[in-house]
């Protein structure tokens, strides 16, 4: 009987760690906001979590990162490291929330990394006079932690900017003029990749690293959609020519040939599946999904998407 018992714990064991490995060997990523400057309920700012291992970083804070980062039960202080594909508002305007609420309220005891290009230095510094009243009486009144609040900002270059226990982050150059430069990065972790585009237009640099991912998230611009809108001409020309349009996206798919193509920071908000991957089909016949918020993505010997059961707000 205690022989029996014995066994049953050792297969137990066997099992949970077998797992605990299988879970070691994905990419997890998670679109905590796939929208736009529009404020719109139903998509956040651009944000995305990744979880490779124990190791949990986040690409671009736009609005409502911290609520989302919230929702999925994930803390600020699990955070290793932030990264920024360029300064434009709606990627970074969550950032100062998910700061000092998250230090506030999430008990941050150690500072935090940031990554981005020229410029990002300079806005984390502004940043820290901008709320230089907040944190000395957090710190004072609060007995929040000082080092919790520090941030090490660093401006990169095109080049691998982070390589620490088997992740490894690359930032390349996009192309989105003249807000110069722009980074989409590339993620590696346990022989998987995963490759977010940021903003940009179509790219030669970015089909270069693309090549041979597992999974590409793409940002796509709507045509059709903008144009319901009723913008001024040249605001919409202004708009599109930032963007890759869903048959542009449907090329560089076609070129890539990623396992999984995934759209996130769809422009504009409103655009709806119809708008989109229709389109798309045109120029491409391989796996690809309009992303939505919270959707998850894991990225393992296959590739398993789930979509938030309840609506998200
Ligand atoms: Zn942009």
Known sequence: MIILRKLIQFALCFVFLALTNLQAQIIKVTLLGTGTPLPVMERFGPSILIEAGEQKFIFDAGRGTLQRL????????????????????????????????????????????????????????????????DIKIRISDD???PDGVLIKAEDIEESVVYEKNGVKVTAFEVDHKPIK???????????????????????????????????????????ETIARMKYPTERAKAIIGHHTTPEQAGEIFSLVKPRMAVFSH????????????PLTRKNYSGAVELGEDLMVIEVGEKIEIRRPIAKTN
């Open 266 to 277: 769809i422009v504009p908000s409103t655009a709806t599946e119809q708008d989109i991957i």
């Open 70 to 133: 919230t929702q999925i039960n994930v803390k600020y202080r699990e955070i290793q490291g932030v990264f920024f594909t360029h300064l434009h508002s709606d990627h970074v305007v969550g950032f100062p929330d998910l700061w000092l609420t998250g230090w506030l309220t999430g008990q941050r005891v150690t500072p935090l990394k940031v990554w981005g290009p020229k410029g990002t230095k300079q806005m984390i510094a502004n940043l820290e006079k901008a709320f230089e009243f």
């Open 143 to 145: 007995k929040a932690s």
């Open 181 to 223: 430069p722009a980074f989409g990065y590339r993620i590696d972790y346990s022989g998987r990749s995963v490759v977010l585009s940021g903003d940009t237009r179509y790219s030669e640099n970015l089909i270069r690293y693309f090549k041979g991912v597992d999974l590409l998230i793409h940002e796509v611009v709507s045509p």
